[in-house]
């Protein structure tokens, strides 16, 4: 892709547009969706990707017989609530689901959600969101119709180890600055290192 527009700088907002191919403000999604215990949670006026009013890119390629994964956040609508079940990412077209209860967790030894059920993971983040990923495509490598979203979340991160050559020339804010990005790349780097061995086993 040479283009790329997004209609919002907020990450609830910017999802459903991307999922649905349509304006948030439409679905009444117009800032983050803060979840139970967040200050700003209001139980009785929730904002969530509502599936009998919306249809996601993922439903379209599951009605034609795509197997569809999702990993990490998903954050349109939480569904732990009692009666919210409905916002689950597997009522948007995703028959497999694994990562973020809500819009943000720990970078390391998070809280996540696999095979619909909350536990604490041991590592970094970034790390069990890319093995749970690797793992997805492992399963559907005799797929040829698959397709995978991954969402990695990584807005506080520890640390990686990076020469001090690259960073050293650098403001201490501006370095703080690039740990998303470089926590993001590797697990990125890693999907696309098993992607391409896929493609040369074919």
């Not at 689950?88 to 720990?106: E, K, Q, R, S």
């Not at 650098?170 to 992607?195: E, F, H, I, Q």
Request: charged share 20%.
């Amino acid at each position: 892709m040479s283009q790329f527009f997004c209609t919002t700088p907020v990450c609830s907002p910017a999802r459903a547009a991307f999922m649905t191919g349509r304006y948030a403000s439409q679905f009444g999604i117009t800032d983050f969706i803060p979840k139970p215990g967040h200050k700003l949670y209001d139980p009785d006026n929730q904002m969530a990707l509502d599936p009998d009013k919306s249809v996601t890119f993922a439903e379209v390629l599951q009605q034609n017989g795509y197997q569809t994964g999702l990993v990490g956040k998903w954050h349109l609508g939480d569904w732990t609530a009692k009666g919210s079940e409905r916002f689950h990412p597997t009522h948007h077209g995703f028959d497999y689901f694994m990562g973020l209860t809500g819009g943000g967790t720990t970078p390391s030894n998070p809280e996540l959600e696999e095979k619909g059920e909350v536990r604490k993971f041991t590592g970094l983040t970034i790390d069990i969101l890319t093995d749970h990923a690797l793992k997805f495509i492992e399963r559907q490598s005799s797929n040829s119709s698959s397709i995978l979203s991954m969402r990695d979340e990584t807005s506080s991160s520890i640390w990686w180890k990076t020469p001090a050559r690259l960073t050293t020339c650098l403001p201490t804010a501006v370095r703080k600055s690039m740990l998303p990005l470089r926590n993001s790349l590797n697990g990125c780097s890693r999907l696309d290192r098993k992607l391409k061995t896929h493609r040369s086993r074919e």
